[in-house]
């Protein structure tokens, strides 16, 4: 069992980097916080398998940490966008 799991973390692994190749090669600042949420999400579903492979429950600590620091940096993201989108609102209302 732990050989399928470490097979199945590497293919999440190299389908995740192909993916992430692919989302930075765009000038788009949005999809380039795409690639933050899927090297967070494809990272955090590579070390659960390897600490289920590896019984090793520290594994499962630093996956679901590596979730939430995916989830704060994208919620400061959203927020650094509406702020600036509001202040160029306001300076094109200013005549």
Do not use: H, N
């Not at 967070?40 to 499962?60: N, Q």
């Not at 966008?81 to 160029?88: D, G, L």
């Amino acid at each position: 069992m732990p050989d399928f799991l470490t097979g199945a973390a590497v293919f999440i692994l190299v389908v995740t980097g192909l993916g992430l190749f692919r989302v930075l090669r765009s000038q788009v600042a949005v999809e380039r916080m795409m690639a933050v949420q899927l090297l967070g999400t494809g990272g955090a579903a590579v070390i659960l398998l390897l600490g289920t492979a590896t019984a090793s429950d520290a594994l499962t600590d630093v996956a679901l940490l590596l979730m939430l620091l995916s989830a704060f940096s994208c919620a400061a993201f959203t927020l650094g966008q509406s702020s600036s989108a509001t202040a160029t609102e306001r300076a094109e209302e200013k005549p």
